[in-house]
C-alpha cells in the first residue's frame, strides 16, 4: 500500500517561511511526478504545484508564484515545498499528491494522496 | 480553465441514481478526473480520463463526457458514498477543480 507521510506544517506569521516535507517509504518515487494540493478550512481543493520526475520541470499557480518552491530527492524518496512569504490566505490543509505516472496525462491526476498538514498563518 | 460543477449539493436516498455535472470553459478532450473526498480525509480518486473507472473504485461510479461537458454517476446510491466529489482538469496549466458537490443523505 503506497503512503505519503506530510511533516513540517504548523503556525507562521504573515511574511514568515515554512517547509513541508512529503516521504514514501516503500514506492520508487522517481517514477512519478508529485504534487501539493491544498485546502482552505471548509473550502474546495486547490492545486499548489507539480514537479517532473527528474525535478528539472516545476508548475506553480499564479497564486503562489514566486513565493513557493517545490522540490523533490529522488535518492531520499521525499518531496519539498519551500513556502515564503506567507499570507493569510495560504492557512489551509497541505496535501501532497503522487501522479499516476511519469508524463502527461498521468503525472496531473492523483492516485494517492497524504494525509494532509496544517498550516496556519496568522500573527 | 474554470470547472463549474452542478449541483453545490443534493440529497437523495440510498439506492437513487445521482449524476454530477462539470462543465469546462473550454475544451478540454478527456483531460477530466473526479474525486471523492469524506470529511476529515483527503480525496480518493474515482476516475480518470473522463470514463476510466480507478483500481479498486466499485462498478457503480460511472463518468462520461469529453470537451467541455462531463458527467459522474452513482447508479445506486451506498451509505458509504455520501461525500463531496469534485471534477479536475488536467489538460492544462493550471490545474484546476470544479467547486464541489456535496452529496448529503435525505
Known amino acids: 500500500e503506497v503512503q505519503l507521510l506530510e511533516s513540517g506544517g504548523g503556525l507562521a506569521q504573515p511574511g514568515g517561511s515554512l517547509r513541508l516535507s512529503c516521504a514514501a517509504p516503500g514506492i520508487t518515487l522517481s517514477d512519478y511526478a508529485l504534487s501539493w494540493v491544498r485546502q482552505a478550512p471548509g473550502k474546495g481543493l486547490e492545486w499548489v504545484s507539480t514537479?517532473?520526475?527528474?525535478?528539472?520541470?516545476?508548475f506553480y499557480p499564479d497564486s503562489v508564484r514566486g513565493r513557493f518552491a517545490i522540490s523533490r530527492d529522488n535518492s531520499k524518496g521525499t518531496l519539498s515545498l519551500q513556502m515564503d512569504s506567507l499570507r493569510a490566505d495560504d492557512t489551509a490543509v497541505y496535501y501532497c499528491?503522487?501522479?499516476?505516472?511519469?508524463?502527461?496525462?498521468?503525472?496531473?491526476?492523483?492516485?494517492?494522496w497524504g494525509q494532509g498538514i496544517l498550516v496556519t498563518v496568522s500573527s | 480553465i474554470q470547472l463549474t460543477q452542478s449541483p453545490s449539493s443534493l440529497s437523495a436516498s440510498i439506492g437513487d441514481r445521482v449524476t454530477i455535472t462539470c462543465r469546462a470553459s473550454?475544451?478540454?478532450?478527456?483531460?477530466l478526473a473526479w474525486y471523492q473526498q469524506k470529511p476529515g480525509r483527503a480525496p480518493n480518486l474515482l476516475i480518470y480520463?473522463?470514463?476510466i473507472l480507478q483500481t479498486g473504485v466499485p462498478s457503480r461510479f460511472s463518468g462520461s463526457g469529453s470537451g467541455t461537458d462531463f458527467t459522474l454517476t452513482i447508479s445506486s446510491l451506498q451509505p458509504e458514498d455520501f461525500a463531496t466529489y469534485y471534477c479536475q482538469q488536467v489538460n492544462r496549466f493550471p490545474l484546476t477543480f470544479g467547486g464541489g458537490t456535496k452529496v448529503e443523505i435525505k
Open positions: 473550454q475544451g478540454i478532450s478527456s483531460y
Open positions: 499528491a503522487k501522479g499516476r505516472g511519469a508524463s502527461f496525462p498521468d503525472s496531473r491526476t492523483f492516485d494517492y
Open positions: 514537479v517532473g520526475t527528474t525535478g528539472a520541470d516545476t
Open positions: 480520463s473522463a470514463s
